[in-house]
């Protein structure tokens, strides 16, 4: 199957990237070739198999809802790119 | 070789225990040996030098005031030089995770299973190269350079584990941290000639790894020996509140046996993992390991994992897809690098487009794909239910045998550069890896012999769920009768 630049366009601002024209050329081929790989898939029937999300684990805990003590604010800003007053500092999102 | 880098784990923490030398003459002796090594090796994304030896000398007080007591030592790997992969969070070190996306990000808490080898006593070197976000069989997707494989620089050490793979082959530590998501342990492991254990999904717990695909993503041990990587393994397994993934099971003490013998033990050779496509003397290395295991009493039967082929689909769509919602956190806010701009949308897609790298974005790009309306149920919905079936063929193999023996990879290292421009033939290395992520059972990998380029080959013993202590005893018995595992580098 052979994605098209569009997709791969549409793909790429699902995820939020911006590419180059050069990049989305490369994804375009390189992911096509292995969508048609991964088709192989297709071939087996699963209609009586249930899904697998889960392994070893027979199923994942919850710990008690308790309040803890955490890491302070300064800890927790002290890897931001740009803070103020204590909190992220970001571009307006509403104009 | 210096004598001191030269001594496995245990013996090491037994010469320190009886005051052989400090813990310091030991880092220092392992800080040497980085000193001469790392510029050919690359192994390292960080060091620290300043922040060890005051470790060791901080152990060093500790043992000088238990000694002077009389009370027995309560560190059981008391100045263990170590490595950890740097997608492992060690608090106050950088992590990088192979990204410039985190260049600067210096995590404020530990991973569990560090914090416990902390606890023991272990002193860590620095943090090792890996594939960016550990996606990768190579360490050459490292935003920090390609890694070296100390049995020939022109070769990769495997990935994405390849700078703890590196370091511990070199003798640059005596043991490292790795991850395992679709073979990162167990293949760098084989191509450097070391012991290496991809413990169950579960065992180890994940708080504190940088999340790649989390159903399969498991830390583990690199090492020399099997009773070296059980060392550390032992410490770091059992359950942790901070990840509801983790495994209530007790963890039992395992204590291996010097006697070399393995009978009632039932190995599989299943046949799916022989044959076209392994390079000749990879079969041959593992045939003859597998005859030694029955020289030491095993019987050898085959079996067969039928869905083994469908391995490489399955993963190459959960995890991308995984991946894909993982590192969707990466958006230039609140921790990571940024790149500037007006627009908070342009904040993320000039972030993520500029500062992850190509392999990185791929994955997104597919895992994107595969969960997006329309294809969601062909692609990742699919794959979840092949998944059931590369598990239940584990189930029923492991109805007739105890453990599993198979290559860990097609080949030996292959040179640096050859898969770089080609995604799926870099993917095909994993074949014989995945199947044991995807149905989360343990792995651990040995070496088994040379090829005629004296480049190493490994071999991975695979168990049911939870049974890493007799993969250990068994691999412990093989290394009893061999010395593969012993044989080093020369300089």
Redesign the interface.
């Known amino acids: 199957m052979s994605l098209s630049l569009r997709e791969v366009e549409h793909v790429a601002e699902l995820s939020r990237l911006k590419l180059t024209e050069a990049e989305k050329r490369r994804y375009r081929e390189q992911l096509s070739e292995i969508l048609d790989y991964v088709a192989r898939l297709q071939s087996i029937d699963t209609s009586q198999t249930r899904p697998t999300f889960e392994v070893a684990t027979t199923h994942s805990r919850l710990r008690p809802d308790i309040a803890r003590p955490g890491l302070s604010v300064d800890e927790l800003l002290k890897n931001a790119p740009e803070i103020e007053q204590n909190q992220f500092r970001i571009p307006p999102v509403l104009d | 070789m210096d004598d001191l880098t030269n001594l496995t784990v245990c013996e090491t923490v037994e010469a320190v225990k009886r005051g052989e030398f400090s813990c310091r003459e030991l880092v220092e002796a392992y800080l040497d040996r980085i000193d001469r090594l790392e510029t050919q090796l690359n192994a390292f994304i960080s060091l620290m030098p300043e922040l060890a030896l005051a470790q060791a000398d901080k152990i060093d007080r500790t043992l000088w005031s238990r000694r002077k007591s009389g009370d027995p030592l309560a560190l059981p790997l008391a100045g263990l030089p170590i490595a950890v992969k740097d997608v492992l969070c060690v608090e106050n070190m950088r992590c990088t995770c192979g990204s410039r996306m985190l260049e600067?990000?210096?995590p404020?808490?530990n991973a569990t299973c560090v914090q416990r080898l902390l606890e023991a006593g272990v002193v860590i070197l620095g943090k090792t190269n890996t594939d960016e976000f550990a996606m990768g069989s190579s360490t050459e997707n490292s935003a920090f350079g390609v890694t070296h494989n100390p049995w020939n620089l022109e070769r990769v050490p495997g990935g994405s584990s390849g700078g703890s793979a590196a370091a511990v082959a070199a003798h640059m530590v005596t043991a490292a941290l790795g991850t395992d998501t679709g073979g990162s342990i167990r293949q760098p492991a084989s191509f450097c000639g070391i012991t290496g254990i991809k413990p169950?999904?579960?065992?180890i717990s994940r708080y504190g790894l940088v999340a790649y695909g989390s159903?399969l993503d498991t830390p583990g041990v690199l090492g020399h020996t099997a009773a070296d990587v059980c060392a550390l393994f032992g410490l770091m397994a059992g359950y942790d509140?901070l990840d509801?993934?983790?495994?209530?099971r007790a963890v039992p003490k395992i204590h291996l046996d010097d006697q070399a013998e393995l009978p009632h033990l039932r190995i599989g050779v299943p046949k799916e993992y022989f044959g076209a496509g392994i390079q000749p003397e990879v079969e041959r290395g593992v045939h003859q390991a597998i005859e030694t295991f029955e020289s030491l009493g095993a019987e050898i039967i085959t079996v067969s994992l039928p869905h083994t082929e469908?391995a490489?689909?399955?993963y190459?769509?959960i995890a991308p897809a995984e991946a894909?919602a993982n590192l969707?956190r990466y958006?230039?806010?609140?921790?990571?690098?940024?790149v500037a701009?007006?627009?908070?949308?342009?904040?993320?897609?000039?972030t993520?487009?500029?500062k992850?790298g190509?392999e990185v974005?791929?994955r997104?790009?597919?895992g994107?794909?595969a969960l997006?309306a329309g294809y969601y149920e062909?692609?990742y919905?699919?794959?979840?239910?092949?998944?059931?079936?590369i598990?239940r063929d584990f189930d029923q193999a492991f109805e007739q045998a105890d453990m599993i023996a198979a290559p860990v990879s097609p080949t030996t290292a292959f040179p640096i550069g050859v898969h770089t421009d080609d995604?799926?033939a870099m993917?095909l290395e994993d074949i014989f890896t995945l199947p044991a992520n995807?149905?989360?059972?343990p792995a651990l990998a040995f070496p088994v012999g040379f090829d005629a380029d004296r480049l190493p080959i490994g071999m991975q013993l695979i168990g049911p769920?939870?049974t890493e202590e007799m993969l250990f005893s068994a691999t412990h018995a093989y290394q009893q009768v061999t010395d593969w595992h012993m044989i080093n580098l020369s300089e």
């Open positions: 600067n990000y210096v404020p808490f169950t999904y579960g065992r159903s509140p509801s993934t983790s495994s209530q469908y490489l689909p399955v190459y769509l894909s969707a958006d230039g806010i609140r921790y990571g690098s940024r701009d007006n627009d908070i949308g342009e904040i993320f897609r000039r993520r487009g500029e992850l190509a974005k791929r997104i790009m597919l994107t794909y997006s062909a692609y919905g699919q794959a979840q239910r092949v998944r059931t079936l598990k995604p799926l993917y995807l149905a989360g059972v769920h939870f």
